[in-house]
């Protein structure tokens, strides 16, 4: 990987980063103050339902703080070394059915190794857009995921039956985490295809591998 495609890289996970916060941290904090504000009119009419809305409140900055703990989580450089390949994706799957309890998902994931451990998180961070991509803008609610070993690559497969990428209410919205899926591929000289339809959305992304073990 050379400096302008590691930049490239760079780049592309800050403006992650960057719609990350918008869409969860920036929106709670924005509700989190118009509850507060609802709490001091109540405190001045109706003591008990401040008390409600308070309780409501603090349950909200709970859920704020879990999501904090998931964003930093997931930027830390060392995620693999910390709790394993396989124990990555469970998390995620969990991740997802607490965001959409009617998703039926299906992860089918080898054990993979590489020397270069940057390449294993690509492949997660990859197929964790993926899957956001999905529930934000499909209405899936079926997803599956598989990353397949195949020696001398890596391939990956996310499939939907939602609606498709040029259909729906949220067309075209979803490019953002697209231009992040292929430009961390291209990081790691690999190469993405999508074919989408009324029927759902199925990415096929093939990684070259090098072999060895995770330090």
Not at 57 to 81: F, G, Q, W
Request: with cysteine; aromatic share 4%.
């Amino acid at each position: 990987m050379d400096k302008k495609e590691v930049l490239l890289l760079k780049e592309a996970e800050r403006k992650r980063i960057a719609e990350e916060l918008h869409d969860t941290t920036v929106q709670d904090m924005v509700c989190l103050s118009q509850q507060l504000e609802l709490i001091l009119l109540y405190m001045e009419q109706d003591v008990t339902l401040a008390r409600l809305e308070t309780a409501v409140a603090r349950k909200h900055v709970k859920s704020m703080i879990n999501d904090m703990r998931d964003t930093i989580y997931n930027l830390r450089p060392m995620i693999l070394s910390d709790i394993g390949w396989q124990a990555l994706f469970d998390r995620l799957r969990d991740r997802m059915l607490s965001e959409d309890p009617r998703l039926r998902i299906h992860f089918d994931i080898d054990a993979v190794e590489t020397s270069d451990e940057i390449t294993a998180i690509s492949i997660y961070r990859v197929v964790c857009e993926g899957c956001q991509n999905i529930i934000k803008h499909s209405g899936a609610d079926r997803i599956e995921v598989s990353v397949k070993d195949h020696g001398t690559f890596i391939k990956v497969c996310i499939r939907d039956n939602g609606v498709g990428m040029n259909h729906g209410k949220d067309a075209g919205k979803n490019h953002f985490g697209l231009q992040f899926m292929s430009e961390r591929v291209d990081a790691v000289s690999g190469k993405m295809i999508i074919v989408s339809d009324l029927t759902g959305t199925l990415i096929e992304i093939e990684i070259p591998m090098e072999r060895g073990e995770y330090k």
